[in-house]
Nanobody, 118 residues
């Protein structure tokens, strides 16, 4: 069982930066792949970035070059550094984790709001 707690959301002007954190419980979290998802009002949830247990990252086209996902296994934490934010990045951001190397994510955080003003 893994519990995930996101933090770091807030209000920022376009062009600004935020860093989201996802703190996980559980001593085996380093073996979990982790993803950051977001959901804007009236839109479907989408995968923003993912990182494998080995540290390999992948990104949605809309955030490539602006967002960076990383993990610190010693701290059981995954980060999402968001730069050059745009109003269309406004959404609730969720952290998710799973032991399997592919497929759906079993564990989810409660979400953190990111609002980018123009």
């Amino acid at each position: 069982q893994v519990q995930l707690v996101e933090s770091g959301g807030g209000l920022v002007q376009a062009g600004g930066s935020l860093r989201l954190s996802c703190a996980a419980s559980g001593r085996t979290f380093s073996f979990y792949r982790t993803g950051w998802f977001r959901q804007a009002p009236g839109k479907e949830r989408e995968l923003v970035a993912g990182i494998t247990s080995g540290g390999r990252a992948n990104y949605a086209d809309s955030v490539k070059g602006r967002f960076t996902i990383s993990r610190d296994n010693a701290k059981n934490t995954v980060y999402l550094q968001m730069n050059s934010l745009k109003p269309e990045d406004t959404a609730v951001y969720y952290c998710a984790a799973d032991k399997r190397s592919w497929g759906n994510y079993d564990y989810w955080g409660q979400g953190t709001q990111v609002t980018v003003s123009s």
